[in-house]
């Protein structure tokens, strides 16, 4: 039996409600993100950092939303946000090494969006950032802070960024695996709507055929009346017939 395949516009209809729940879960973590950056500027005052990352991410999201309504940009641009806040939040700990893992749990989050492409913004400005930021301090430039260390050492550069990427790519495959099942179930849905219907339609043939049938013994039933009453009559008048000829016979 051949499976069921759905088209692009259908598999846009299943996900629309499944977006609309991801989309506020994804607010409210931008905002758990935006409130830690400004809540770690106390520490060596980067509040022009954190305030305006968050303004910034903050911002974008509502344009993007209020201007393409029905687009994905902003869900693309919130990935990249998650890489930007990984950035800022190292740098605003001057380099505190724990600060990387915010990538991770950023990579986590965007699974709730079933679609592998938006784990792309994230890691792609995580591993520019860190291969741009890496080189600076290498190269001796100060106030970089992207390690609490002197320099991250090119190996150690290439460990950390090949573990970012693994972690994504597995983030991204759960997502894929996901959508995968979100539209299976769809094609199961779609299937078993398609079985009810063709089952109520059978129905609606089966007791319009039980009312014709029913129509058809009361016409019956009518006649066999009519018969019996005729037959009784047809009876009657032979008895009378018989009785006449007996006597005359007498």
């Known amino acids: 039996m051949q499976t069921l395949q759905l088209s692009k516009e259908e598999e846009a209809k299943v996900m629309v409600d499944l977006n609309k729940r991801s989309d506020q879960f994804i607010f409210r ?6 409130l830690f950056g400004i809540i770690i500027s106390f520490y060596y005052d980067t509040w022009f950092i954190g305030l305006g990352t968050a303004g910034l991410a903050m911002l974008s999201w509502f344009v993007l939303k209020a201007l393409l309504p029905n687009a994905n940009l902003h869900r693309y641009v919130a990935s990249g946000f998650f890489g930007v806040f990984v950035g800022t939040f190292i740098y605003q700990m001057h380099g505190l090494f724990e600060m990387h893992f915010f990538a991770f749990i950023g990579s986590a989050i965007l699974i709730v969006y ?7 913004p994230l890691i792609g400005f995580v591993v520019v950032h ?3 930021f890496a080189f600076l301090q290498y190269t001796g430039v ?3 802070y992207f390690t609490q260390l002197e320099y991250m050492d090119l190996h150690t550069f290439v460990f950390h960024a090949a573990l970012a990427v693994a972690v994504v790519i597995v983030c991204g495959y759960w ?3 996901f959508r995968k099942l979100t539209m299976d179930n769809a094609v199961k849905e779609i299937e078993l709507n398609k079985k009810v219907k063709m089952t109520e339609q059978l129905n ?3 007791n319009e055929a039980s009312k ?3 129509i058809k013994n ?3 039933e009518d006649n066999k009346s009519k018969l019996l009453s005729l037959t009784e009559k047809q009876a009657a008048m032979y008895e009378r017939l018989r009785n006449d000829d007996s006597m005359k016979a007498k």
Request: glycine share 0%; net charge positive.
């Open 218 to 220: 009361t016409e019956l």
């Open 142 to 144: 100060p106030d970089v």
């Open 130 to 132: 860190h291969a741009v």
């Open 114 to 120: 079933q679609d592998w492409k938006y784990q792309i």
């Open 175 to 177: 997502a894929h695996h």
């Open 204 to 206: 609606r043939k089966l």
């Open 212 to 214: 014709k049938l029913k």
């Open 29 to 34: 973590f931008l905002m758990i993100y935006s």
